[in-house]
């Protein structure tokens, strides 16, 4: 009885051992640098660790041309099978999410989701030329005829932007199947026949481990800054904190905190093309805000830098781009931000122009204090707790203990007069 405990227990162990992988890789958001080498990644370890399969769960409005690029090589580059699965149910594989769909060995759909719209656009909004649409089109036929897909529709999809349903892309052979979850689509796949690149593959799913994949947090926050409503906000309070430490010089945290978000809004930038135009309106805007501080003007120079900051942020990303642009609630919100911040920092300024010297030698004039020695006119005087040398103004002499006012300084020394006789003429 013991011996066959042992042997049940090494051919379960045994099992597990060898027991295939399949990897699910979530893939939501904008096509970017960041969700791309995420992929990319985990299509690597797949390798690596010898997965039986790979899934892709889609749900994109599209993104860059180059980091879907990047995606497809590595699905068509790949040694295991990769499945692409619409996912969930409302979600949708629009223009990049396309391409990559049509590079999978099999098109899962997820029901309520749909495909298509893959017209390609310039990040500024502006209609590419045929050149670049023939060269799209192209692309994607290439790519449905690898997988065995509808050619002349995908075609369509690129010049003509159409996007059809669930229902109809299986109809249509842009899909294999309507699939909600996991685990009913590996049921359809296994013992299934993929007809690959590197030639065809059976798929063994039965008894197999299945391994979901999220972005880390770095990544997820990579990703995130990545929409430029976000870099825009960290670009605007990122200034913020600059402007602020540098009217408020030795506090340290905002200007800390400032550069740390002008340097993500710059990265999330830097795989973005902007206009030059807008980024230099910005620029102006920011130099008008310094020199509204510098040298008020009664909010002149504070509403032209408004005025900038309006135009720059509509024309950074033009408003054009499907997937790059800047809401216009986030525009109207941060201008109105800012302007409270400068109204704030002027209101600052103002405040301590018309406020009392509290430091140097015009704080000392006016300021009360204890006579220490016996003044005969000279001795020495307690002036805001420190000692000083000090004469009296008239030649008078003070007796230690009285109260005195500082009438004014010369070099080192105060001036001063008896408080009592300060009262006496008011």
Wanted: no cysteine; net charge neutral.
């Amino acid at each position: 009885m013991r011996i066959i405990k042992i042997i049940i227990i090494f051919a379960v162990l045994t099992f597990q051992l060898f027991a295939g992988e399949v990897f699910v890789i979530e893939l939501k958001g904008v096509v970017n640098p960041i969700s791309a080498s995420y992929v990319e990644n985990w299509i690597s370890q797949a390798e690596e660790l010898k997965a039986e399969l790979v899934i892709i769960q889609l749900d994109t409005p599209g993104g860059l041309d180059s980091s879907m690029r990047k995606i497809v090589q590595k699905i068509l580059d790949s040694k295991v099978p990769v499945v692409t699965q619409i996912y969930p149910k409302g979600g949708r594989a629009a223009s990049a999410g396309l391409f990559i769909a049509m590079a999978s060995d099999y098109v899962a759909m997820a029901r309520g989701t749909n495909m298509g719209a893959s017209h390609p656009v310039y990040l500024d909004g502006g209609t590419v030329s045929e050149k670049i649409t023939n060269d799209a089109a192209a692309y994607i036929r290439s790519l449905a005829e690898k997988s065995g897909k509808n050619m002349v529709w995908a075609e369509e999809a690129v010049r003509k932007s159409v996007s059809i349903t669930e229902t109809e892309a299986v109809k249509l052979n842009a899909a294999d199947t309507i699939s909600d979850t996991v685990d009913d689509l590996m049921l359809k796949l296994d013992g299934k026949t993929l007809k690959r690149l590197k030639g065809e593959v059976k798929l063994k799913l039965r008894n197999v481990t299945v391994k979901k994949i999220s972005m880390s947090g770095w990544e997820v926050v990579l990703h995130v800054i990545g929409d430029p409503n976000i870099a825009y906000i960290l670009l605007i309070l990122g200034v913020f904190g600059l402007i602020f430490e540098f009217t408020s010089p030795g506090t340290f945290v905002p200007g800390i905190t400032g550069g740390v978000f002008i340097i993500l809004s710059l990265y999330s930038m830097g795989s973005i093309s902007v206009s030059f135009a807008g980024a230099a309106f910005l620029l102006l805007a920011f130099m008008l805000f310094i020199l509204e501080i510098k040298t008020p003007s009664y909010g002149l120079i504070g509403i032209a830098g408004l005025l900038s900051l309006i135009l720059g942020s509509f024309l950074i990303f033009n408003p054009l781009s499907p997937y790059f642009k800047i809401s216009l609630p986030v525009v109207f919100t941060m201008v109105l931000l800012t302007g409270g911040f400068f109204v704030f920092i002027i209101t600052i300024g103002v405040s301590a122009l018309k406020s009392k010297p509290v430091s140097g030698i015009a704080a000392l004039i006016g300021a009360k204090g204890e006579v220490k020695t016996d003044m005969k006119p000279s001795g020495i005087v307690i002036v805001n707790k420190e000692d000083w040398s000090a004469e009296t103004v008239d030649g008078q002499n003070l007796e230690k203990g009285e109260k005195i006012s500082v009438v004014s300084v010369d070099g080192i020394k105060l001036i001063v007069k008896s408080a009592q006789s300060t009262k006496s003429e008011v």
